[in-house]
């Protein structure tokens, strides 16, 4: 049996001065080495979800563990299983991809020798060698992603948490980012991904959670979420069972 | 401990390659200490060593108005520049402006008359007193009220105006005085007094000589530079506020802060290295500052800057105003949303603490109602300090007093900001 790398149990969340939660009864087991979209229109709540699961939040009630290990009680352990890629460029642009892989690696405890083979490593693959020394401002969108996908990486994390990774980037650049994240997966890492662009889902995901109303309404491999409704394409799919929700994809 | 020095880098890093923030953190106090100490400096001299231009409309032109005109330029704080004697109100603005005289004053036509008329009832009365004249006393009350008008530039400040207001008044007593002893010294002898009397009432003025109250015995009068450059040192340390403040806001709007706290290290090492970056930026322009102090400003005919001998003292009161600087655009950057809010904020913040702080106007010369505030304003405490080396030539025990609040202010700020950041769920 494998091991569960992210476990969820009766969560319940809602924002400070909030009436309603924002999440409500949670549960969801993403087993080790899965790869698991998280999906839903704007506001069902898949960053808070992320961010509950990074320990960025605090749940108010429920359980959420990642390989066994309760996240927000010792962080230096949980926050090194995992990798963060944020919706937004969460790094230094001033500074250089070099520059931020090398604060950032060290920040997750590698050593220098490991950050520079790394820092290569990511570099190459990522196509961001000949830019290595140059400040990310001056970057494009679809190479400020690369960049803030090497930053979450850089440790060889268990688990790779990413909100949105190709959002706003051109197709070539988006297809080298989901060519890599492949990779990861298929050499162990867990992927847990949120998007709006269900086509990519199909791509990377073998599981998808749909989430409406901050709720999880289905949890299924794709290929049987559709033979169970009946369905041919995952966005006819989750306007039905969101009920016609205003869905933005 | 790799982590830290990885984190000082890139502070280090992010300050070089922020240009504005490094003007504003250098280049502007640097402008300031020079522009101000000049036109201290300036204005010193002005007072006491050029001499303002004073116009004279003499409708009189009698002994004793011509004695007043004298005395007048003899007191060497004016430069006569005109003497005219047909007086017109009129013309008098635009005959001010044409001369670019700053005062003008107009004796009128009896001035002579009139001050005679009040010395001889004087003399007659003293006289009387004393026995010495049995004629019946003048009890008429002769008096000498605004028979002088004072014309003003509005660019005088008030207290300069009364400075020259004294000066114009003593000339009249000293005429005044003449004429008297002149009348009763006629009277009692019956002939003329000799000039040679006179001229030694004249000088033989009581003088007083001034002497700087200082903590190590040494009387070396304080300049503009001494005065200006540590307050100046203040101020530009608190305006890291426009590089820190906004970094900081930066960095949670990024939401870099947010990636940082997903990390397997302490937030804190951040924010330690922060404040330990932006230490090291106030020291420089300590450094830098009194550096222009003590080897520009000679070569710009500005007063050297003299360095405290307690060197020890100095670098406490340096580190302690720095760190305390840090501290304050920790907060504003911690509770400010965005960098608008931080710079803005920042920047009036800091102009008003130095307000209330002495910075901009000395503290001595404070309201009362404001003593709260310049109590609060950790710039006032950093001043004092600071002062208390420079100008009073001071040790660090002198200074304790004023170093024990500059702490405790600091360690509230501090303490502010770590609420602020577990309130921004950072920490």
Redesign the interface.
């Given at each position: 049996m494998s091991n569960i790398a992210v476990n969820i149990e009766k969560l319940n969340f809602k924002y400070q001065g909030q009436v309603s939660d924002t999440l409500s009864d949670i549960h969801l087991k993403i087993e080790e080495g899965a790869s698991i979209g998280l999906f839903g229109p704007n506001g069902a709540g898949k960053t808070t979800l992320l961010h509950l699961m990074?320990?960025?939040?605090?749940n108010n009630q429920g359980n959420i563990t990642l390989f066994g290990k309760k996240v927000g009680t010792n962080?230096?352990?949980t926050?090194?299983l995992?990798g963060?890629v944020?919706?937004?460029?969460?790094?230094?642009?001033?500074?250089s991809p070099i520059?931020n892989l090398?604060?950032?690696?060290?920040?997750?405890?590698l050593?220098?020798q490991q950050i520079y083979n790394r820092t290569n490593e990511l570099l190459e693959v990522l196509g961001l060698t000949e830019v290595r020394n140059k400040?990310v401002i001056k970057f494009s969108g679809g190479m400020k992603r690369k960049v803030n996908l090497a930053?979450g990486i850089i440790h060889q994390p268990k688990i790779i948490f990413l909100d949105e990774p190709t959002v706003g980037v051109d197709i070539q650049s988006r297809y080298s980012i989901i060519k890599y994240l492949k990779k990861l997966n298929n050499e162990g890492a867990t992927l847990v991904y949120t998007s709006h662009q269900l086509n990519e889902a199909e791509e990377i995901c073998d599981k998808i959670a749909l989430i409406n109303d901050g709720k999880i309404i289905a949890y299924e491999k794709i290929s049987q979420l559709l033979s169970q409704h009946q369905e041919t394409s995952l966005e006819n799919l989750f306007l039905k069972l969101a009920k016609n929700s205003l869905v933005h994809v | 401990m790799?982590?830290l020095?990885?984190?000082l880098?890139?502070d280090f890093?992010?300050i070089t390659?922020?240009r504005v923030g490094l003007s504003l953190m250098f280049l502007m106090p640097i402008l300031l200490v020079i522009v101000i100490t000049a036109l201290q400096a300036g204005t010193f001299k002005i007072v006491n060593e050029n001499k303002v231009p004073l116009l004279i409309y003499n409708d009189d032109n009698a002994s004793i108005s011509i004695l007043l005109e004298n005395t007048l330029e003899k007191i060497g704080i004016f430069k006569i520049i005109e003497t005219t004697k047909n007086f017109d109100n009129t013309n008098i603005a635009a005959k001010m402006k044409e001369t670019e005289a700053l005062v003008a004053i107009v004796i009128p036509k009896n001035f002579s008359t009139q001050v005679q008329h009040k010395v001889a009832n004087f003399t007659k009365n003293t006289l009387h007193e004393f026995g010495l004249n049995t004629d019946s006393i003048n009890q008429s009350n002769d008096t000498l009220f605004n028979i002088l008008t004072l014309y003003y530039h509005p660019v005088l400040q008030e207290s300069y105006r009364k400075n020259l207001l004294n000066a114009i008044r003593s000339a009249v007593q000293v005429v005044e005085s003449k004429q008297i002893i002149s009348s009763i010294y006629t009277s009692i002898n019956e002939s003329e007094m000799p000039d040679s009397i006179l001229n030694n009432f004249a000088t033989q003025q009581l003088s007083i000589s001034e002497i700087p109250v200082s903590r190590d015995g040494s009387q070396v009068i304080p300049n503009a530079s001494q005065h200006n450059v540590p307050a100046w040192t203040i101020f530009a340390m608190f305006f890291i506020i426009t590089s820190l403040g906004s970094s900081i806001v930066k960095e949670k709007i990024?939401?870099?802060s947010?990636?940082?706290?997903?990390?397997?290290?302490n937030f804190l090492i951040t924010l330690f290295s922060k404040q330990v970056t932006y230490l090291f930026v106030a020291m420089c322009q300590v450094v830098v500052i009194f550096a222009i102090g003590v080897f520009f400003f000679p070569s710009i005919g500005l007063p050297r800057l003299n360095i405290p001998s307690d060197i020890v003292g100095l670098i406490i009161v340096s580190l302690l105003s720095g760190w305390c600087a840090v501290s304050y655009a920790l907060v504003v950057g911690v509770f400010a949303q965005t960098q608008e809010q931080a710079n803005g904020f920042g920047a009036i913040s800091v102009v008003l603490l130095a307000a209330f702080g002495g910075i901009l106007v000395p503290s001595f010369a404070m309201p009362e109602s404001f003593s709260f505030f310049l109590k609060i304003s950790p710039m006032y405490w950093s001043l004092e300090s600071f002062y208390g080396l420079f100008l009073e030539g001071g040790k660090f025990s002198d200074i304790i007093n004023n170093i024990i609040p500059l702490l405790g202010i600091t360690l509230f700020l501090q303490l502010l900001a770590l609420i602020g950041l577990k309130k921004n769920?950072l920490i």
């Open positions: 990074t320990g960025i939040l605090k962080y230096k352990e926050n090194s995992f963060l944020p919706q937004d460029f969460s790094f230094y642009q001033e500074l520059e090398q604060f950032f690696g060290a920040f997750y405890g050593s220098k400040s930053i | 790799y982590k020095w990885a984190c880098i890139k890093k992010l390659r922020d990024s939401g870099s947010i990636r940082l706290k997903t990390l397997p290290t769920n």
